[in-house]
C-alpha cells in the first residue's frame, strides 16, 4: 500500500466476525453426523457445503471422527458392472476373492518360477467359484481341448479386437 493514503489505525487487519449458525441448522447437523453420515452426505442433506460444516461443527462443539475407508467392494461400488465387466476385471474379481494362484490343481506343480493362472472351467466368467488354478500349460491344454470340443472361444471377446 502507498504511504499516506490510508489511515493507520483503519489498516489494520481485523478478522471477520463469526457467524451465528441457525440452531435448528446446527441440531440437523448433529443428529445426522452422529447417526453416521458423513460431512458430504451432511451438507448435501442439509442444503449447505462442506466449507459451512467445517466451520459450524467446532464451533458447536461437534467433534469430528477419524476418516474411515468404507466397504466399496462388488455391488457397493459405484463403478461396480456386474455382468458387464471385461475380461481383465473379471479375472482380478477372482484374484480379490480367492486369492493368487500359486500352483496347479491339475498336475500339482508348485514351482516357484513357474507362472500360475485362473482357469474358467464352463464359460461362465461371472462366477467365481468357476475357476481352477492352473499353470500356463495346463490352462492352454485346458483351453485347446474346450475350444475342440465346442468349436468356440474359450474366453470372451476383449473389447477392440477383431470377432
Do not use: F
Amino acid at each position: 500500500m502507498p504511504k499516506g493514503i490510508y489511515d493507520r489505525a483503519a489498516s489494520q487487519w481485523q478478522p471477520p466476525p463469526t457467524k451465528d449458525y441457525d440452531p435448528e441448522l446446527v441440531a440437523k447437523v448433529r443428529e445426522l453426523y452422529e447417526a453416521g453420515h458423513t460431512m458430504r452426505e451432511v451438507a448435501q442433506l442439509t442444503g449447505t457445503t462442506h466449507k459451512v460444516l467445517q466451520r459450524l461443527m467446532p464451533r458447536h462443539g461437534i467433534a469430528r471422527r477419524k476418516a474411515i475407508k468404507r466397504d466399496q467392494s462388488g455391488e457397493n461400488n459405484p463403478m461396480w458392472k456386474g455382468e458387464a465387466a471385461g475380461y481383465q476385471a473379471l479375472h482380478l474379481r477372482v484374484e480379490s476373492v480367492r486369492g493368487k494362484p500359486n500352483h496347479c490343481q491339475k498336475c500339482g506343480t508348485s514351482a516357484t518360477d513357474q507362472r500360475y493362472e485362473w482357469a474358467n472351467l464352463t464359460g461362465r466368467y461371472g462366477d467365481v467359484s468357476d475357476y481352477q488354478r492352473l499353470c500356463v500349460p495346463c490352462h492352454r491344454k485346458l483351453d485347446s481341448a474346450r475350444r475342440a470340443a465346442t468349436g468356440r472361444r474359450t474366453s470372451p471377446i476383449r473389447k477392440g479386437s477383431a470377432k
